[in-house]
């Protein structure tokens, strides 16, 4: 496979301006399902419900990934994952972790995410792109795609040092990785609903 790398512009990001907020002040929150919460450089921030098209590429890509996974490995969908920093606990869109996790009851730990999926929705490009790949890779989760949806893309990333570097930009309906583990992933239907809605349609020439 040709892959074609590019760090992650991180480096070049504002830096981070922590707030004081660490996981037991997230803990207190208590249980809310009307509101959903992330905690992310100690500010607990109310994420925006997410559009129609947002969830149902998020759940077929759970679904295309669950099909290839090896048998220990499950992906599951919108669960904290804490970090050995307390004042970061984000809720990926997707996440793969071992089956024992992710059947588990506890809460799960970044050590255990092999990795990390955020479909971008409006609003959350700049928290995508930028500040969570940051936060993931500081805390050591090896994979990490980025997902959009106009046009569909899924951009993977893999850690390097301490940082992500870009390997491939997907547009098509398979997606072929060597990490976390070999896998060849049929996007497909994620990808038609996207075109479905309006988008990742070709341009016509003028």
């Given amino acids: 496979m040709n892959f074609r790398r590019k760090q992650v512009q991180l ?3 504002p830096a981070p301006a922590y ?3 660490t996981i037991d002040d997230y803990d ?5 399902t009307d509101i959903r919460h992330e905690l992310i450089d100690g ?3 109310v994420c925006a419900s997410p559009v129609n098209l947002h969830n149902t590429v998020v759940f077929r890509l759970q679904v295309a990934l669950d099909r290839v996974l090896p048998e220990d490995f499950v ?3 919108d669960v904290d994952v804490a970090m050995e920093d307390k004042r970061q606990c984000p809720r ?3 996440i793969v972790v071992p089956r024992e ?5 506890a ?8 990795l990390a999926v955020e479909v971008i929705s409006p609003g959350t490009g700049r928290l995508d792109r930028q500040t969570k790949p940051r936060i993931y890779a500081t805390a050591g989760i090896p994979s990490y795609w980025l997902v959009d949806l106009d046009p569909f893309t899924i951009v993977e990333h893999r850690r390097v040092g301490r940082w992500y570097e870009e390997v491939q930009r997907v547009t098509g309906d398979q997606i072929v990785v060597t990490e976390p583990f070999d896998l060849e992933v049929d996007v497909s239907a994620a990808r038609t609903a996207t075109i479905r809605a309006g988008l990742s349609r070709p341009r016509r020439r003028r």
């Fill in 19 to 21: 707030g004081t907020a």
């Fill in 11 to 13: 480096m070049s990001a």
């Fill in 92 to 94: 990926p869109d997707l």
């Fill in 75 to 77: 992906v599951v969908s």
């Fill in 107 to 114: 809460r799960t730990q970044s050590d255990a995410v092999r």
């Fill in 28 to 32: 207190a929150l208590g249980e809310d």
């Fill in 43 to 45: 500010h607990i921030i």
């Fill in 101 to 105: 996790v992710g059947e588990g009851y």
